[in-house]
């Protein structure tokens, strides 16, 4: 069976950092686009950060409100990808999910982990 399964959320004062986990699992993820998406309440799910594969060139793309405060990241050889949030906002407060999708294959998703920014 193949999971996506996050980690990493919680509770935040605005100014903060959060790092997110994913591990994959039941499949090697390392020719997939792997990426962060979240939604907040009442809100559709937006696409945070994704990166592409080490053999599409590992290239990394974000929604223009968190560039320069997130980060994503990829381990291949643990099948993980990373999100470090920094310079966190209320505006930031929802759940993000995880993501995986290439081409001619299944797109996998994760349960997701609730990020809350607040003080």
């Known amino acids: 069976q193949v999971q996506l399964v996050e980690s990493g959320g919680g509770l935040v004062q605005p100014g903060g950092s959060l790092r997110l986990s994913c591990v994959g699992s039941?499949?090697?993820?390392?020719?997939?686009?792997m990426a962060w998406y979240r939604q907040a309440p009442g809100k559709q799910r937006e696409l945070v950060a994704s990166?592409?594969?080490?053999?599409?060139?590992?290239?990394?793309n974000y929604v223009d409100s968190v560039k320069g405060r997130f980060t994503i990241s990829r381990d291949n050889a643990k099948n993980m990808v990373y999100l470090q949030m920094n310079s966190l906002k209320p505006e930031d407060t929802a759940v993000y999910y995880c993501?995986?999708?290439?081409?001619?294959?299944?797109?996998?998703w994760g349960q997701g982990t609730q990020v809350t920014v607040s003080s």
């Open positions: 993501y995986a999708g290439r081409s001619h294959s299944q797109d996998y």
């Open positions: 039941g499949t090697s993820f390392i020719f997939y686009t």
């Open positions: 990166i592409t594969s080490n053999t599409s060139g590992g290239s990394t």
